[in-house]
């Protein structure tokens, strides 16, 4: 499965912007669907995940984002409002094939290639 994330941007403080998430092969509901970014100069880090323990996010982005699914699209969402400049970075999109925590890069499989969000102050 090969997973496509795609609605990045540039946006001013204060804005919103949504990103997909479209895996390449249909994936049962069973699987655990993340969101993970990578400002530059720090590591990845976790931002929100669906799944088997349920919805999980960030205390830093906690309030502001939200993550979805679509089973009849087969798409993933990542919900971005009241972005900040610390929300800078490029965003990435994984998937597990089984019921994982979610919060560690490593328990996830597959990746997406990122996209970039970009928000000025």
């Known amino acids: 499965v090969q997973l496509q994330a795609s609605g990045g941007g540039l946006v001013q403080a204060g804005g919103f912007l949504r990103l997909s998430c479209a895996p390449s092969g249909r994936i049962s509901t069973t699987w655990t669907m993340g969101w993970f970014r990578q400002a530059p100069g720090k590591e990845r880090e976790f931002v929100a995940t669906l799944g088997w323990s349920g919805i999980k996010y960030a205390d830093s982005v906690k309030g502001r984002f939200t993550i979805s699914r679509d089973n009849a699209k087969n798409t993933v969402y990542l919900q971005m409002n009241s972005l900040k400049p610390e929300d800078t970075a490029v965003y990435y999109c994984?998937?597990?094939?089984?019921?994982?925590?979610?919060?560690?890069?490593?328990?996830?499989?597959?990746w997406g290639q990122g996209t970039q969000v970009t928000v000025s102050s």
């Open positions: 994984a998937a597990a094939a089984r019921g994982v925590r979610g919060r560690a890069d490593y328990e996830y499989d597959e």
